[in-house]
């Protein structure tokens, strides 16, 4: 079973800066997509950024020239570094990733949120 961890979140004032990590453990072949969103109280989710298989990124223009993504293909993780962060930010942070199993089994799995919160 294929399943994410996320860890990272906590309180952070505005203009601070947080990593937020997922790994992803099981029957691993591939990742093909990395990719994080979030969701702030009575608002839809929202697609924040993705990494592809290779490293080509895109971002929300939220989030464009503030958040970062990476991945550590060896040990199927990928951060999310969030920079000059602001109030808006404020929300809980889901990552997904797009697997292929070892048995060839195309998967969406999605982590279990972290929450960030950005105030004085």
């Known amino acids: 079973q294929v399943q994410l961890v996320e860890s990272g979140g906590g309180l952070v004032q505005p203009g601070g800066s947080l990593r937020l990590s997922c790994a992803a453990t099981?029957?691993?072949?591939?990742?093909?997509?990395m990719a994080w969103y979030r969701q702030a109280p009575g608002q839809q989710r929202e697609w924040v950024g993705s990494?592809?298989?290779?490293?080509?990124?895109n971002y929300a223009n939220s989030v464009k020239g503030r958040f970062t993504n990476s991945r550590d293909n060896a040990n199927n993780t990928v951060y999310l570094q969030m920079n000059s962060l602001k109030p808006e930010d404020t929300a809980v942070y889901h990552c997904?990733?797009?697997?292929?199993?070892?048995?060839?089994?195309?998967?969406?799995?999605w982590g279990q949120g972290t929450l960030v919160t950005v105030s004085s």
């Open positions: 997904k990733m797009l697997v292929v199993e070892r048995n060839y089994r195309n998967l969406e799995v």
């Open positions: 990494i592809i298989i290779g490293g080509n990124t």
């Open positions: 099981g029957s691993i072949l591939s990742i093909n997509v």
